[in-house]
């Protein structure tokens, strides 16, 4: 396990819950030294810290005693986090920016960074700083999802700094890899898909693909090696993954049916269509004043096909995403497709539906009564359905 963990506490009014996460570092063995920012000091001051870690806390780039500070640091740590992560140090560690001494040391760290951004919920929706959060994480730095909740503004909305325990449960699951799916190779499927009318046109659905990328890389995490056949998606490829990019129903099933026999694990969280166009116009079809009829054919059912064709070491999980009756629905799936796990869960709800980068789902096995999920990030849903799929192949990693 690697031990050194430097947090930078950030000018955010969530910074004086820093300081529990701090000692939460501490107690689970985490040798911790801080950093603040100079506005992350006028919320909470640089003693506090002192005292929980007997370290100096770093607040000022090149002090008289220690110019190289930020260098030092950056070769010291095994990882660097940053809590409350703000959307100015957000964005500027993203492009590059580095004029104090939290963003230099995140500059030239070469660890894993970790943020978990905390802010007002408007700030967090604004275009630019999701671009920057998206920027980030195509550069292999680590974001957690900020939690939906009472906000200092006195309303509800998304951008809460997560609990101490929820922010070292995720760190510990993005800083030590787990083996409980170490030697496996798991395949899954990801995001909507196109069924085209014509060259230009297509029906789809409002997939984000974020549940089959969070699985990919929970998978990743438990030291699998991962396939993820994805349709078209606003995702960034998830590092280390293999990512095979499809459009149609046909070209997933053909993608998939072709790693079929290399996989151990196959989990179908795509939003495949059930009707494809019968026959695509070949050119742009042009109005010309009278009704279209559309004809559609039932498209291959990818996980019932994969199911069919298994073999008895193989394990196959299905998503049941539903509107009504979903518990009915998918014990009606895990049988009829003869599944070994259904994952259910309810579009239906805003909150969690399709698209919204939270879930809730109830996982269905034929030995088990079905286990509720308790609404959270996509991430904690993935690494919960991925220790799920561990249990079943007697594979749990003695951390969790
Ligand atoms: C009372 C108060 C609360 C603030 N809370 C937040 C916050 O929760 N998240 C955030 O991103 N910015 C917040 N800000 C704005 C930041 O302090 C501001 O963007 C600052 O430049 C951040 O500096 P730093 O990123 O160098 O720490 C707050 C400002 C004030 C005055």
New binding site residues.
Partial sequence: MSKHIVVA???????YKAATVVRTLIKDGWDVRVM?????T??VTPLTFTTLTGHAVVTTLGPANQPLAHVELARWADAMVVV???????S?VALGIAD?V??TTLCAAVCPRLFI????DQ?YANPAVQRNITRLRADGARVMEPATGML?EGYAGK?RLPAPAEISTWLYQQLVPGTALAGKHVLVTAGPTREYLDPIRYITNPSSGRMGYALAAAARNQGAEVTLVSGPTALPPVPGVTLVAVQTSAEMAQAVFARQTQADIIIAAAAVADYGVEHPAPQKIKKNGAELTLHLHQTKDIIATVAQNKRPDQYVVGFAAETTAVAEHARAKLQSKQLDMVVANDVGKQAIGFGSRENAVTIFTPEETPQAVAQASKQTIAATIIQAIARHLGQVSDHQ
């Fill in positions: 506490v950030t000018g955010g009014i969530a910074a603040m920012t100079n506005q992350a006028k919320f409350p992560a703000t959307a100015n140090v957000l500027k104090d939290v963003t951004p905390a802010m007002n700030m200092a951008g």
